[in-house]
């Protein structure tokens, strides 16, 4: 059976990768902050049970070593790998007036985190694993007023090339998907203070519209597969064309 990890997997984007892996078969191992999410998932889709759920904060390096080694002590593999969790942006503002640790905490979050993630996933990694990244349209774009996440995300895609050199000399591929604005649940809740959020954000979107969740994950899906098997060290940007946009 195949094995596969999902960071930050108790909703949004990244529950509903979980929830397309499960339909396929997989074992899914995921894991966030808040439990509590994670079983109020499970109330609506009960086909989470069969998921191995472990409660890490992947900031924390000592949890994080923890779940490699739980993941090492009861599969002793993984095939595949999404690497999602990122909390919400702390470091917004002009760069000269954010708090220096705000910015530091971006970075980690945003960039050393998975940098640590990767890293103990490839070691449990052989021939046809696949790794996906979520970076964002902010890695590829600049991101006034979000300096610091737009630079981690920029990072991220270095990394995801540079690694991809690297790993695919053992035959593992690793890729990243960059979503445009996504509708999930940090955007219902920034709703509920902006009620025309979701109008006035949709129109500087060329497609007039946010993306939906479900395309993303279609993304990391099809990046995950064999269908992708040519394809390394590549950003797929799901983006309704904002990234082509000067705005």
Known sequence: ?????????????????????????????????????????????????????????????????????????????????????????????????????????????????????????????GSGASIVNISSVNGVRPTPNAAMYSASKHALEGLTRSVALESIRSGIRINAVAPGVTWTPRWEERQLKTPNIRDDVSEAVPIKRFGKIEEIVNAVDFLLSDQASYIVGHTLVVDGGLSLTSK
């Open 1 to 125: 059976m195949k094995v596969a990890l999902v960071t930050g997997g108790s909703k949004g984007i990244g529950l509903h990768v979980v929830l397309r892996l499960v339909r396929q078969g997989i074992k899914v191992v995921t894991c966030s902050r808040a439990k509590e999410n994670w079983l109020n998932s499970i109330n609506e889709f009960p086909e989470l049970n069969v998921v191995d759920y472990q409660s890490t904060d992947i900031a924390d390096e000592q949890q994080l070593a923890r779940l490699f080694d739980y993941i090492r002590e009861h599969y002793e593999k993984l095939d595949m790998a999404v690497n999602n969790a990122s909390p919400a942006i702390v470091s917004c503002g002009y760069l000269p007036q954010v708090e220096v640790s705000l910015l530091k905490e971006t970075l980690h979050v945003d960039f050393w985190c998975q940098v640590l993630c990767l890293r103990s996933e490839l070691k449990l990694m």
